[in-house]
């Protein structure tokens, strides 16, 4: 896929995957949608018009999420990034099935105090907290599949691990993670703790994942850096696969 748009390519991806806060309901479930099919082989379009930007190619009976069919023309869909496409109306078939998650925790709900080895920083809270906890484990070792911060981790390991000290449960690998939390649609609404995840050199899966801690910097634990490390958020190779954000 040459995009930056993974699509949600089955309704088995779809219990991780969370949206911003659009009025949860009374037993604080988020409505995401009815479940479609493709009825044929066609493209997921970044506006509601032929013209636009594709960002993607669907097979026949691809399951997806539809989010409301805005047109005879136009139908909207969700995206694993959390945001929304367009295909031919008559291209998805919508059930009456519904698609829901439970609601994301506040921020202030997800406020903890954290201990790192350099003494209480209590002072911070929440996400802005594991942004600081993060840096205290640069030199870590990298070791894929490892879940020990001082022995050895690897890239989700290491966002899991930092993420659970404040309290907030996280998938195992990076693209469940992915799907998980509030979206962040523009680079200048980065904040510290924001999770950052990146696709593979040949863009079909999202493949590594770190923790952005401000100044256009981000920590994440990394093989080519031999363990946990700083980065810099502009070099070609980290903005040019960056394919999502989460809060």
């Known amino acids: ?43 997921i379009h970044s506006r509601p018009t032929g013209g636009s930007k594709i960002l993607c190619r669907v097979a026949q ?9 805005r047109s005879d023309y ?15 109306t008559d291209a998805v ?48 070792p990298y070791k894929w599949g490892g879940n020990d911060v001082y022995k050895g981790i690897d890239c989700s390991g290491f966002v899991k691990k930092m993420y659970g000290a404040i309290g907030v449960p996280l998938p195992r ?3 469940e993670q992915s799907m998980v939390g509030q979206p962040i649609y523009r680079l200048e ?5 924001d999770r950052l995840y990146f696709c593979d050199h040949a863009r079909t899966r999202v493949a590594h994942t770190g923790i952005y801690i401000g100044g256009g910097y981000f920590v994440h634990s990394s093989s080519s850096h031999h363990g946990v490390a700083r980065d810099y958020l502009g070099k070609s190779n980290w903005i040019g696969s960056l394919v999502a954000a989460r809060r």
């Not at 009976?61 to 989010?67: G, Q, R």
């Open 61 to 69: 009976d691809t399951p997806l999420v539809v989010k409301q069919t």
């Open 189 to 193: 609404d980065l904040q510290s703790g």
């Open 173 to 175: 690998t990076a693209a």
């Open 74 to 88: 136009w139908t909207e869909v969700l995206l694993n990034t959390g945001t929304y496409g367009y295909l031919p």
């Open 1 to 43: 896929m040459k995009y930056r748009t993974f699509f949600l390519a089955g309704i088995g991806c779809l219990a991780a995957v969370a949206t911003a806060d659009k009025g949860a309901s009374e037993s604080g479930q988020i409505l995401l949608g009815h479940v479609g099919h493709v009825v044929y082989a066609t493209a």
């Open 93 to 140: 078939l919508e059930s009456k099935d519904e698609v829901t998650m439970k609601a994301p925790p506040s921020r202030q709900a997800r406020s903890a105090q954290l201990t790192s080895r350099g003494g209480n920083i209590s002072s911070r809270t929440g996400e802005a907290a594991v942004a600081s906890y993060a840096q205290n484990f640069i030199g870590t």
